[in-house]
Each structure stands twice: as C-alpha cells, then as structure tokens.
C-alpha cells in the first residue's frame, strides 16, 4: 500500500461496516466486564479540524457512549517524538490503557511504547510502527494495531465524481505534507481525472501548478492564500487533502462563491458537506463530494474489539474498497443522481478487480 514500501505484505481483514456511510450497524456483543480507560493524543492539529483528528476522535465519542467510558484527548505541546512520547506517557501514568494516535508521525513513538508498555493497546491510523524513520525494522506488536486506508481508492472516486458532475474545467489538488497517505489521495485523483476523460466524456484539465503541498496540517491561512492564487488561475475545483490547511481552501471557496464566483472543493477524510455552508439557511455548500476513509468507524471498531476480547493485535490493517472501507458520501445534492448512480457501478467493477487504481504516481503529477 505505501508507494514508498513496496515489500510490506498489507493484511486485509473484511471489517463489517458500511462504504458510504462510515458507521456501523452490527450488534454489540456483551463487553467485558471492567471499565474502560481510552486515551487519544492528536499530532499538530485539534479535535475540531473537521478532518482526520476529528473522525478519530468521534469515533471514540460514539464508542464511550456504546461502551459506557469517557475518552480523553491530549494535544502535546510541539511536534518532536520527545513530545509524543510525553503525552503517551502521561497517558499510561493515569491507567489508560488503550491509546488512540491518528498520524505517521507517531510511528517512532508506538514502535518503542508498544515495547515500553506491554500492558497497554495502541492503535495507530496511517501508519505502521518503526524506529527512526528506518522502514526495514517495521514492527507492529502484539499490543498493537495498525491502520491503514487506500486513499488512492478514495481520491479516484472522488475524482471520477467531481469530473462527472462538472463535464469540464480546471482542477487542482492542495495537500498538506508530502507523505504516502497524502500522496495516494493526490495520485488516485489525478487517474480518476483520467479514467472519466477516457470513458466518460469529460474534458477535464490539469496543470502542474495546481498540484501542490503546503507542507503542514495546521495553516489554515496558507490554505486560503493558495487557494486563492489556484482559483485566480482560473482552477474550477480544488481537492484538498490537508487537515486544518484545508478548511482554509473551504473558506477562500464560501468567501468567492458569496461573492459571485461559483468554484468547489472537494473534502477529504469525512463528508465535508457542512463545513461548505455559504447560504444563510445552511443548505448549499461548496463541497462538490469528499474522499471519505471511514476512520470513525475504524476507531469505534477497534475498541469494540477491546471489549469483546478479540483485539486484532500484531496486524496491520487496510480498509479499502473491497471491504467498504473507504468511498464518497451517499448522499450530496452538489451530485446528480445519474453520477452517483455511475459511481456505484464503477465501485462494483473495482470490487471486481475490472478497474484498478495504482498507489504510484507513475506518470502523474507530483
């Protein structure tokens, strides 16, 4: 799955959970008895960034109510392994014993505390476990579970989508740092872009100008200033795959839709719909679709499992297509009925392997 590792075996394990939706509806086993002490620590970004730490973090919400906990969060004070490994710590000091950490940037962290603290679960969401950015030693303990999502998957429908809806114009992608999870949702655009020009009918164009990363997840003001130079460049529909960064694409897009010039985003993670409000009855929003990964439902799974003894630990693993695990909101009525209709069909025939998406960017921008 990562571009950059290609000998990593990714185990897929069929996950029951819903492709559009990103929630489950399976019944709950009795838990174990006990109570339950649930700790995430975010990266950079907050709770609220109405993107990855977000999904995470109502997915433990959800989880708490079902199972009877109140999960805590902590945001570290900087953005070092030392900080990381302070907030974890923190955790573990106060008997929490299974950590949430959302971001490869806790991979060095979890791949010493797993060892540090055996009587603690981890989890960590896009990324795999290893000591100092040494991918060979990759270890994922048996306290431990990686996971992983195929965002090229997720871009490409995104993308076929956005090209459908909209027949011409000029994309761009805005990401936030240049890592794999964040590559693969620019690269599986880029072919969707390709896939509906070749089969569908669109016209659509891009420019190696608009696929850029502004190399954070927090600076929502570097967000809109690129957004803004993007959409002066003429650029009708920016995907913006970026965390906070992106709410500042989704702002500069109200501000000029407000304005009289109609552009679009594309949201990343969840269904960004509501956050593209620009009427005053909440009702229309510049959010043309979202490439979703369903990482509340992957949270909420995960200490379910906790609860029910059956703890996937020492295994990575990917939700993707062909377990639901990833895909575009079921409902937008920024889409017509006849795209979501074909997207559905394009989902059948990936699930069929008669359409693959690559997770290189062989040939693509960026």
Sequence with gaps: MYSRRPWLFFLILGLSILFVGCSGTQETKAPIAGSLM??????????????????????????????NFKPKYLRPSGTTTADYDKEIANFHDAGYRLIFTPGFKFENSIYAAQEKYPDTKFVILDGIPHPDNDYSKVKVGANTVAINFAEHESGFLAGVAAALQLKTGEFGFIGGMEFPSVQRFNWGFQQGL????????????????????????????????????????????????????GIGVINEAVARTKGGQPVWVIGVDVDQYAQGYYDEGKTKSVILTSAMKCVNQA??????????????????????????????????????????SKIKEIVDSMKAGKVTVADKGDGLLR
């Design 299 to 340: 949270t909420y799974d995960m200490v379910k499992s906790v609860k029910e003894g059956d703890f996937p630990g020492g295994k990575i693993v990917t939700f993707n297509v062909k377990n639901d695990g990833i895909g575009i909101p079921a409902k937008n009525q920024n889409l017509k009925e006849e795209v979501t």
């Design 38 to 67: 649930v700790g995430m620590s975010t990266d950079a970004g907050t709770i609220d960034d109405r993107s990855f730490n977000q999904a995470t973090w109502e997915g433990l919400v959800k989880a708490g109510t079902d199972f």
């Design 194 to 245: 390709k896939y509906a020009n070749a089969n569908l009918g669109t016209q659509i164009s891009v420019k190696s100008e608009n696929f850029i990363y502004q190399g954070t997840f927090h600076d929502v003001a570097a967000g809109q200033q690129l957004a803004a130079q993007m959409y002066d460049r003429g650029v009708n529909v920016i995907f913006a795959a970026a965390g906070s960064v």
